[in-house]
């Protein structure tokens, strides 16, 4: 069984940045693909950022390419999402997953644990 917990999200103005960590606990982590996702009010979860078992590979959604930056520490059994210049529509709640794979995926279906997910809110 995975455990996974998020956390780093508040409250930050437009232009503002924040880092998320998601904390893992289970075996072998580092044979696992992870992920993040996000979901507004009123909306379906969105992908936002993957990274494969090893860290060397990664994607992201189009709305978030040049300004989130996905990362993982093995050892610390950690994914990072790091968000710069954050807008009013990145508000949301956004959920680590992890993925019984060495390969990356945008699709929330191709996971097998999630997180309870962390708000984050960005005012204008």
């Known amino acids: 069984q995975v455990q996974l917990v998020e956390s780093g999200g508040g409250l930050v103005q437009a232009g503002g940045s924040l880092r998320l960590s998601c904390a893992a606990s289970?075996?072998?982590?580092?044979?696992?693909?992870m992920g993040w996702f996000r979901q507004a009010p009123g909306t379906e979860r969105d992908f936002v950022a993957t990274?494969?078992?090893?860290?060397?590979?990664?994607a992201y959604a189009d709305s978030v390419k040049g300004r989130f930056t996905i990362s993982r520490d093995n050892a610390k059994k950690t994914v990072y999402l790091q968000m710069n210049s954050l807008k009013p529509e990145d508000t949301a709640v956004y959920y680590c997953?992890?993925?019984?794979?060495?390969?990356?995926?945008?699709?929330?279906?191709?996971?097998?644990?999630w997180g309870q997910g962390t708000q984050v809110t960005v005012s204008s």
């Open positions: 997953a992890a993925r019984r794979s060495d390969r990356y995926s945008g699709t929330g279906a191709a996971y097998d644990y």
């Open positions: 289970g075996r072998n982590m580092s044979s696992y693909a």
């Open positions: 990274i494969s078992w090893s860290g060397s590979y990664t």
